[in-house]
């Protein structure tokens, strides 16, 4: 199953092996109401657990309030975030400025779902399955000591 999302801007779905897929078309420019559609979407059919999330970020722009819904909102176990260039590279950075969560940056989607496959799944502490998740972090889990 795939959702178009943001007027066609993402694709997000999620595959057999539990990993969230949120394609990004280059050229995008994320703001906040594509960043709260998405995380509601992400949500809802994770049905309350916290799943790991790969995003291709090539050449998308994000904006500070896309940034920070991502950094305000609980909805996935770990992230990674896949580009091509240096700028893809210095946004993927700045999404995760002052987040714990555990996230990686890579130019290749293999290496980025082999990284998320050590990434184990959780439930959303707190809510109620079937339940919109409330603000938090962007993830759960224990920091990541390092990111590829």
Request: aromatic letters at 6%; a negative charge.
């Amino acid at each position: 199953m795939e959702l178009v999302l943001a007027g066609g801007k993402g694709v997000l779905g999620l595959a057999e092996d539990g990993v969230f897929r949120l394609t990004w078309a280059p050229g995008s420019v994320l703001e906040a109401a594509d960043a709260v559609e998405s995380v509601l979407a992400v949500t809802k059919i994770s049905a309350g657990r916290l799943l790991p999330l790969l995003i291709d970020i090539s050449d998308v722009k994000v904006s500070a309030g896309a940034r920070n819904h991502f950094l305000e909102s609980r909805f996935v176990s770990a992230v990674a975030l896949v580009g091509e260039s240096n700028v893809d590279r210095v946004v993927a950075a700045w999404m995760r400025r002052g987040n714990d969560c555990p996230q990686g940056y890579f130019t290749s989607r293999d290496e980025a779902l082999a990284w998320l496959a050590g990434r184990p799944a959780g439930e959303i502490p707190g809510q109620i399955p079937g339940q919109e998740a409330g603000s938090a972090l962007v993830c759960a889990g224990p920091p990541a000591s390092a990111t590829p």
